[in-house]
């Protein structure tokens, strides 16, 4: 039966370890070193790196996990960007890790080629830096009507799936949450527990989607406490999702 670990490395990120048995796949190995040491503390051969985007805290580790451990498939986005990539993926690409199934979508926004891995199976969603716990990633590359399709492209899943993003940005994005939506009673819930969970140094994460859709103002754009607040904080001259997410976007970048 697939195990998802997360390893921890550097202030925040999240290196998600999927394992079965004596195999392992990795997402997004920014840094090696945590990788090769939790897979020779558990006596797992790694058997495929999967990547989302281009950022160094999400690659940086995949030339010395090929060194170390051998030929492995590297699945990612065809881009220059990224040369170790050796199996390209596309939306719609289907793709077996350990026995389990993964679609691949495309979901731009935070970089132009930023892909997500879904197993229905699993009921796991890994989405690198597009969807948070509780908010989402910068647009450094897109634009908002980009970035709030792909949020809504992830929130087309089914409810019960598991997000598991590759930071530790909760209890930060709750704050915003917050602000976005004071009257959220399941949003304060939210941030209770999550609290708890990092007063003893747990994880937020992953969290189920059902709860994105309810306390994530980034995927409720179109919800009219979300509408109303984002026109009190800028001119909304279109009153529509990706208007309301620019806005939500550009309060939380100096929040």
Request: proline fraction near 9%; charged fraction near 20%.
């Amino acid at each position: 039966m697939l195990e998802i670990r997360p390893i921890p490395a550097f202030a925040d990120n999240y290196l998600w370890l999927l394992v079965d048995g004596g195999r392992a796949a990795v997402v997004d190995p920014g840094d090696a070193a945590p990788v090769l040491d939790h897979l020779a503390r558990h006596k797992l051969q790694l058997s495929a790196i999967l990547l989302t985007h281009h950022h160094a805290d999400h690659i940086g580790g995949v030339g010395a996990l090929l060194d170390e451990c051998g030929p492995l498939p590297v699945y990612g986005p065809k881009t220059p960007r990224m040369p170790l990539v050796n199996q390209p993926v596309h939306e719609g690409s289907a793709i077996e890790v350990l026995g389990q199934s993964f679609t691949v979508l495309e979901v731009p926004g935070h970089t132009l080629e930023h892909l997500a891995y879904f197993s229905a199976g699993a009921r796991a969603l890994f989405c690198g830096d597009t969807l948070f716990g509780a908010g989402c990633g910068r647009m450094f590359e897109g634009t908002p009507p980009m970035m709030q399709a792909s949020l809504q492209k992830l929130a087309a899943l089914p409810p019960d799936t598991l997000i598991y993003c590759a930071h530790e940005y909760t209890l930060s994005n709750l704050r915003f949450a917050t602000a976005v939506m004071p009257d959220n009673a399941q949003l304060h819930e939210r941030q209770r527990q999550d609290a708890a969970k990092r007063a003893v140094n747990e994880p937020t994460l992953p969290s189920a989607l059902a709860l994105e859709l309810a306390t994530n103002p980034f995927l409720r754009c179109a919800a009219p406490e979300v509408v109303t607040m984002a026109a009190s904080v800028e001119d909304l001259p279109e009153h529509n999702p990706a208007s309301v997410f620019g806005v939500l976007r550009r309060w939380k970048d100096r929040f």
